[in-house]
């Protein structure tokens, strides 16, 4: 894994040159309370931190191989005639352990803001193969990142019940990462739709 001090290729959150998001901070305010995500969901958060700190190469383990058993979602790392790419999937599955991470620490304040869109548009043309330089595919469809919000949520469960908290605060981590999840979704979504938005 990764530390702070060596952060995965193409990580950009604390570059200071990384574009501030058209999101504005009275939109995120508004996401937030539309998730209900309040100061106890932060908390949690933190509390799953922890808890997930350990177990980052297994979480991935689980979320690749989920990946890796739909053609039509490896396909989105893949050469334009189906080849998988391992480099670019060893560096993207980099970049997913921070998110885990950054998810459950990192304050949702401007810096998060703008790297939440670089996240965003890496998933769309022309972004999506630019920063790995892959051959892959020129985008991935907007449906796709907001369904993968049920497996990235189902499957996290059992992670953080493996800290030994109640079965309450394990809720409430879950609830905690199934909120932020949807509020990041919302936010990847901002460059697909566009004044629509």
Not at 91 to 115: M, N, S
Not at 135 to 158: C, G, N
């Amino acid at each position: 894994m990764t530390s702070p001090e060596h952060p995965p290729a193409g990580y950009t959150h604390d570059d200071p040159e990384l574009a501030p998001s058209p999101v504005t901070r009275a939109d995120l305010d508004g996401i937030l309370a539309s998730v209900l995500f309040g100061p106890e969901d932060q908390a949690a958060l933190r509390t799953a931190g922890e808890v997930l700190s350990g177990q980052i190469e297994e979480v991935l383990d689980v979320w690749y191989g989920f990946v890796g058993a739909h053609p039509h979602l490896v396909a989105y790392f893949s050469t334009p005639d189906g080849a998988p790419i391992t480099d670019y999937l060893a560096r993207v599955r980099a970049r997913f352990g921070r998110w885990i991470i950054d998810t459950c620490t990192r304050p949702y304040d401007e810096r998060w803001l703008a790297y939440q869109h670089e996240i965003a548009l890496r998933h769309t043309e022309p972004y999506k193969n630019r920063t790995d330089h892959a051959d892959s595919v020129p985008h991935i469809p907007l449906r796709h990142l907001i369904a993968f919000i049920y497996p990235i949520t189902a499957t996290i469960r059992p992670f953080l019940a493996a800290g030994g908290h109640s079965p309450e605060e394990v809720d409430a981590m879950h609830q905690a990462w199934f909120k932020s999840v949807t509020l990041q979704i919302a936010l990847w979504s901002q460059p697909y739709a566009g004044r629509a938005w």
